[in-house]
């Protein structure tokens, strides 16, 4: 019978064989976090209200099991024996991908060992109570029953920080969770170089006599319908349901692996425009995670590079593809087939529509391609103060108010469509915004370099190809250039192979310069 490898004696095994063992470990943690996931995607869209005080216990009991196998002694054994067989005299060493591998359980097997298992724990738990509770705050506008449970987040998410590395700020800590190879400072000079772009972009658009077909699509349009709609959309983009589902939740969101991708969104009587941009949005992050390497799950190589890179995937469907004129010429009859009424609209009509600039919305998932990125400033801004102690929660919804009158120029009459309005910060996601406009500015330098290979090749263009319905060449550039190498690459690296240049904003000051510019006749 053949000797598992993990234990084996270590002077019977390979370097391949520690390898082995060491993969074998992270795919026993992996599932316990996939189930996890499947757990928190059913307490979001299926559970019953009642249900939050046995799904707090079983979620926290899930999160101290994969604590417990990712910290156990064994794991760093194994690492320390790989680093021993690597050496130059022992004539071996990992391969590229191998080492990447390594490389990323390291990581995430320090960070989780530097913190007790009994916080973990907490955090997870606590998080629960808070989501349940935050749903009834929002519904409710009622900030003052949230805070506590916000106050108790930020504490614990302090103290996980202080576990990691005492030494360092607390929010450079935690940021480093969702992308751990862009430093801090690189993420508030791409804010802030958006920040100088956009805020006299939006302000010459305020002033702007354009008169674009804002009002295209007003009336009442049933969301059963709208339903049926954002699947046909799905269909049409190429979103596997066979290895996936659509549901509607209070937050859209994605949750999932390369075999069970499953998206979620919600539907506004009113405005069927955000729930087809919400859709297309979820897509984006289910393709990526879809496009995974099925035979590497469990492992680093079969997982997502981080926030940023996946955010850059739902954004560029989002934005680069659902927003622009191609599809539209395709998808606006199918829109017109649901809702009698819109027969007369363009696909002119419907690309100004979608693409309309909102400076007076509150809500950032409705918020346009422009001033969602001011929305992300203030959530990034709040939350950083918040971990460093310059914040308290209690003033978090009068700082918000006057931020949105500075930033935007309007001020939230309730916090249900101000402070309340995120999932995010209940479950104790402190970190986690920056990496929206991140993958906002790599979605256009990602789209411009698919544009320009795809156009280069024979056949139609890339916009040609959009219109017609056709995704097969983006989706083929995508899976070649991000989805196929999970997360072998540090997220520049990444960057720098699907497009010959280091990660910056040049692309994105570009495209939304040039595409505003025109909608709205004005000059940067």
Same mark, same amino acid.
């Given at each position: 019978?053949e000797?598992?490898?993990?234990?084996r004696?270590d002077?019977d095994?390979?370097?391949?064989d520690?390898?082995?063992?060491l993969l074998?470990?992270s795919?026993?943690?992996?599932?316990?976090?996939?189930?996890?996931?499947?757990?928190?995607?059913d307490q979001?869209?299926?559970?019953p209200?009642?249900? $939050?005080?046995?799904?707090s216990?079983?979620?926290s009991?899930?999160s101290s099991?994969?604590h417990?196998l990712?910290?156990a002694e064994k $794991?760093g054994?194994l690492?320390?024996e790989i680093d021993?067989?690597?050496?130059?005299?022992?004539n071996?060493g990992l391969?590229?991908?191998?080492?990447?591998? =390594?490389?990323?359980?390291?990581?995430?097997y320090e960070?989780?060992?530097?913190?007790?298992?009994?916080l973990v724990?907490e955090?997870?738990?606590?998080s629960?109570?808070?989501?349940?509770v935050?749903e009834q705050a929002?519904a409710a506008d009622d900030f003052?029953?949230? +805070?506590?449970?916000?106050e108790?987040l930020?504490e614990l998410k302090?103290e996980?920080a202080?576990?990691?590395?005492?030494?360092?700020?607390?929010y &450079?800590?935690?940021?480093e969770?969702?992308?751990?190879?862009l430093?801090i400072?690189q993420?508030?000079?791409i804010l802030?170089e958006?920040r100088?772009?956009? =805020?006299p972009?939006?302000d010459?658009?305020?002033g702007?006599?354009?008169?674009?077909?804002?009002?295209?699509f007003?009336g009442?349009f049933?969301?059963d319908?709208?339903?049926?709609?954002?699947?046909?959309?799905l269909d049409?983009?190429?979103?596997?349901?066979?290895r996936g589902?659509?549901?509607i939740s209070a937050?859209?969101f994605?949750a999932?692996n390369q075999f069970?991708?499953?998206?979620?969104?919600?539907?506004?009587d009113?405005?069927?425009?955000?729930a087809v941009?919400?859709?297309?949005?979820?897509?984006?992050h289910a393709?990526? &995670?879809?496009g /995974?390497?099925?035979?590497h799950f469990?492992t680093?190589?079969g997982?997502s590079?981080?926030?940023? =890179?996946?955010e850059s995937q739902?954004r560029?469907?989002e934005?680069?593809?659902?927003r622009s004129?191609?599809f539209w010429?395709?998808?606006?009859? $199918?829109?017109?087939e649901?809702?009698?009424?819109?027969?007369?609209? $363009?696909?002119e009509?419907?690309?100004?529509a979608?693409?309309q600039?909102?400076p007076?919305n509150?809500?950032?998932v409705q918020?346009?391609?422009?001033t969602y990125?001011?929305h992300?400033?203030?959530r990034?801004?709040?939350e950083?103060?918040l971990?460093?102690?310059?914040?308290?929660?209690?003033d978090v919804p009068?700082v918000?108010n006057?931020?949105y009158?500075?930033?935007?120029?309007i001020?939230?009459e309730t916090?249900?469509e101000?402070?309340l309005?995120?999932v995010?910060?209940?479950?104790?996601?402190?970190?986690y915004f920056?990496?929206?406009?991140?993958?906002s500015?790599?979605a +256009?330098q990602?789209f +411009? +370099?698919?544009?320009?290979?795809?156009d280069?090749r024979?056949?139609?263009?890339?916009?040609a190809?959009?219109a017609d319905g056709?995704?097969?060449?983006l989706?083929?550039w /995508?899976?070649?250039?991000?989805?196929?190498?999970g997360?072998?690459?540090e997220t520049?690296e990444?960057v720098?192979l699907a497009t010959?240049?280091?990660l910056s904003?040049?692309?994105?000051t570009?495209?939304?310069e040039?595409?505003?510019g025109?909608?709205y006749g004005v000059?940067?």
């Amino acid at each position: 019978m053949e000797t598992d490898p993990s234990e084996r004696p270590d002077h019977d095994r390979s370097l391949e064989d520690a390898y082995e063992a060491l993969l074998d470990r992270s795919r026993r943690w992996s599932a316990v976090s996939s189930a996890s996931g499947v757990l928190s995607w059913d307490q979001q869209v299926m559970m019953p209200e009642g249900g $939050t005080p046995a799904r707090s216990k079983q979620l926290s009991a899930l999160s101290s099991l994969e604590h417990d196998l990712l910290t156990a002694e064994k $794991t760093g054994d194994l690492l320390d024996e790989i680093d021993e067989r690597s050496e130059p005299s022992a004539n071996a060493g990992l391969s590229d991908e191998q080492a990447s591998a =390594v490389r990323e359980i390291r990581r995430t097997y320090e960070r989780a060992d530097s913190v007790p298992r009994d916080l973990v724990e907490e955090i997870s738990e606590a998080s629960s109570e808070a989501l349940a509770v935050w749903e009834q705050a929002r519904a409710a506008d009622d900030f003052a029953s949230f +805070a506590p449970h916000l106050e108790r987040l930020v504490e614990l998410k302090r103290e996980y920080a202080e576990h990691i590395d005492p030494d360092r700020d607390p929010y &450079t800590v935690l940021f480093e969770e969702y992308e751990p190879y862009l430093p801090i400072e690189q993420a508030e000079t791409i804010l802030e170089e958006l920040r100088g772009t956009l =805020v006299p972009l939006i302000d010459a658009i305020r002033g702007s006599e354009a008169d674009l077909a804002v009002n295209t699509f007003e009336g009442s349009f049933p969301e059963d319908k709208q339903e049926t709609l954002a699947r046909e959309a799905l269909d049409l983009l190429g979103y596997d349901f066979e290895r996936g589902r659509l549901d509607i939740s209070a937050h859209p969101f994605t949750a999932g692996n390369q075999f069970d991708c499953r998206v979620t969104t919600r539907f506004d009587d009113s405005d069927p425009l955000s729930a087809v941009g919400s859709t297309i949005h979820e897509f984006g992050h289910a393709r990526y &995670t879809l496009g /995974l390497p099925q035979n590497h799950f469990g492992t680093p190589l079969g997982e997502s590079r981080d926030l940023s =890179v996946h955010e850059s995937q739902s954004r560029l469907w989002e934005n680069h593809v659902g927003r622009s004129r191609a599809f539209w010429e395709q998808f606006l009859p $199918t829109f017109q087939e649901f809702f009698p009424g819109t027969e007369d609209a $363009t696909v002119e009509d419907a690309y100004e529509a979608v693409n309309q600039v909102h400076p007076n919305n509150l809500i950032r998932v409705q918020a346009d391609e422009l001033t969602y990125h001011l929305h992300i400033l203030v959530r990034f801004e709040i939350e950083r103060d918040l971990v460093r102690g310059h914040l308290a929660v209690e003033d978090v919804p009068e700082v918000w108010n006057d931020k949105y009158e500075r930033y935007l120029g309007i001020r939230p009459e309730t916090d249900a469509e101000g402070c309340l309005q995120d999932v995010h910060w209940s479950h104790g996601n402190f970190g986690y915004f920056p990496t929206y406009s991140l993958g906002s500015v790599m979605a +256009a330098q990602l789209f +411009a +370099a698919a544009e320009r290979d795809i156009d280069d090749r024979d056949g139609p263009d890339l916009e040609a190809r959009i219109a017609d319905g056709e995704f097969d060449a983006l989706h083929e550039w /995508l899976h070649e250039n991000v989805h196929r190498h999970g997360a072998r690459y540090e997220t520049d690296e990444l960057v720098r192979l699907a497009t010959g240049e280091s990660l910056s904003a040049a692309a994105f000051t570009e495209y939304v310069e040039s595409k505003y510019g025109e909608l709205y006749g004005v000059s940067p």
